[in-house]
Nanobody
Framework: QVQLVESGGGLVQPGGSLRLSCAAS????????MGWYRQAPGKQRELVAV???????NYADSVKGRFTISRDNAKKAVYLQMNSLKPEDTAVYYC????????????WGQGTQVTVSS
């Protein structure tokens, strides 16, 4: 079992930056691929970025070059640095932990709101 708590969301102007954090507790953190997803009003949840246990990273095309995902296994934390934010980045951002070897070990945080507006 993994518990995830996101923080760092808020209101920011277009072109600004935010850093989201996700603190994990419970299971062996390093065995999980960690991801950030987002869901805007009226839209489906979508993958933003993922980092595997070996720190391989993948990003949605819409955030490449602007967002950076990282993890700290010692602190059981994953981060999302978001730069050059756009209004279309407005969404609730969710942290996800997905065990890389075991099926069904997939956990979500409660989400943190990011609003990009002038």
């Amino acid at each position: 079992q993994v518990q995830l708590v996101e923080s760092g969301g808020g209101l920011v102007q277009p072109g600004g930056s935010l850093r989201l954090s996700c603190a994990a507790s419970g299971s062996i953190f390093r065995a999980y691929a960690m991801g950030w997803y987002r869901q805007a009003p009226g839209k489906q949840r979508e993958l933003v970025a993922v980092i595997t246990s070996s720190s391989s990273k993948n990003y949605a095309d819409s955030v490449k070059g602007r967002f950076t995902i990282s993890r700290d296994n010692a602190k059981k934390a994953v981060y999302l640095q978001m730069n050059s934010l756009k209004p279309e980045d407005t969404a609730v951002y969710y942290c996800n932990a997905d065990h890389e070897l075991l099926q069904g070990y997939d956990f979500w945080g409660q989400g943190t709101q990011v609003t990009v507006s002038s």
